[in-house]
């Protein structure tokens, strides 16, 4: 199944504008204004970053995309997985951390549906995939059924 999530634009856009505005007091020195263009210019930028995640029957596909273009793709097969974590990443949210053997971890999280935790449990049974699930995870679970 493909699930699909997007940058939180709502924090990021008032976020590069507030940076832009609190450093034009300080445009009278040039390296100033260039690197605060700079500071906007990249903060802006993050908010066009989508992010696909593809569970198949025994790997996970993990893409990053930047105005639609593919910039990073990690394809883990369900033998390079190690464990995945299953945790609470504020007061209501879900998060899964998938430790791989070599590389840095995937960390999904506000990804749509919101299935995709069932999904990922049924991966790893079906897969013999170690998994954790904490405390505050198991009492978001109750809240949410």
Known sequence: MKYKATTQRHIILPMAFLSLAASITSWDYTWMKWSSLTIFTLIFLTAFIKYTLIINENHIVYTI???GM???K?????LDIK???FKRAN???KIAIIKIQSGLP???TLFKPES?????VAFCDRNNVNYEKTKDYKIIEKMAS
């Open 65 to 67: 995309h930047f105005l």
């Open 116 to 120: 995709i935790f069932r999904d990922l």
């Open 74 to 78: 990690k394809q883990v097969q369900r």
């Open 91 to 93: 007061w209501q949210s």
């Open 70 to 72: 593919s910039i990073y």
């Open 83 to 85: 464990k995945i974590i």
């Open 106 to 108: 995937i960390r999904v």
